[in-house]
């Protein structure tokens, strides 16, 4: 198992630029999370998938779009990168059935915006 | 929304001493409460957890800490080594017609001098 998988690791965007970061996973997960962690400010969620099918928003959404493709998949895009959205980005997905509640992250895209 | 507040942001200590994490949170309907630790450029990873009917939880050097009534929680690691040396993320659950989400803290700085 990969476990969750985030492409690309780094990228460097100018103002005005659009990007889509791609996030999957392969532990049958049912939710999926988007993140950005900046200094002293702990992980903000973005957005979020709790199904297949489905999404929501999270504390932070402004400038962001998502979309679940399928189970596995959960893209995020900047349609148009502004320099507050230089940060990390981290996936992250759970099952959502029954107890088990631990939440899965990918390595994480570094993301700079000129 | 779920708010968490974490002290102290930053934390020293010498190696074989303990140390102590704490976090509030605002929501009373939270019912899961995990403890991430990061180390530097890594992703962050599931330490221990704890529910909202359990007190207290212990994994050898590490335990939790939950009071429901006052609506906090704290992470105790004892006899600690250098490669404790990292940043701790406490979080809190909402239900699950939230989407499971996970609010964090803001993070804790600790480094074990040795």
């Known amino acids: 198992n990969a476990g969750v998988t985030q492409t690309p690791k780094f990228q460097v965007l100018k103002t005005g630029q659009s990007m889509t970061l791609q996030c999957a996973q392969d532990?049958?997960?049912?939710?999926m999370y988007w993140y950005r962690q900046d200094p002293g400010m702990g992980l903000r969620l973005i957005y979020y998938?709790?199904?297949?099918?489905?999404?929501d928003k999270g504390e932070v959404p402004n400038g962001y779009n998502v979309s679940r493709l399928n189970k596995r998949e959960f893209s995020l895009r900047l349609e148009s990168a502004a320099p507050s959205q230089t940060s990390v980005y981290f996936c992250?997905?759970?099952?959502?059935?029954?107890?088990?509640?631990?939440?899965?992250f990918g390595p994480g895209t570094r993301l700079t915006v000129l | 929304g779920e708010n968490v507040e974490q002290h102290p942001s930053t934390l020293s200590v010498q190696e074989g001493d303990s140390a102590v994490i704490k976090c509030t949170y605002s929501d009373s309907a939270s019912n899961y409460f995990p403890w991430y630790k990061q180390e530097l450029g890594k992703r962050p990873q599931l330490i221990i957890d704890?529910?909202?009917?359990?007190g207290e939880k212990k994994d050898q050097r590490i335990a939790v800490t939950l009071n429901k009534t006052a609506k906090h929680f704290s992470l105790h690691i004892t006899e600690t080594q250098p490669e404790d040396s990292a940043v701790y993320f406490c979080a809190a659950r909402g239900p699950y017609n939230q989407g499971g989400k996970l609010i964090f803290g803001q993070g804790t700085e600790l480094s074990v001098k040795p």
């Open positions: 704890i529910r909202s009917n359990v």
């Open positions: 532990m049958n997960h049912n939710s």
């Open positions: 992250a997905s759970t099952s959502s059935g029954g107890s088990f509640f631990e939440q899965f």
């Open positions: 998938s709790a199904s297949e099918g489905t999404t």
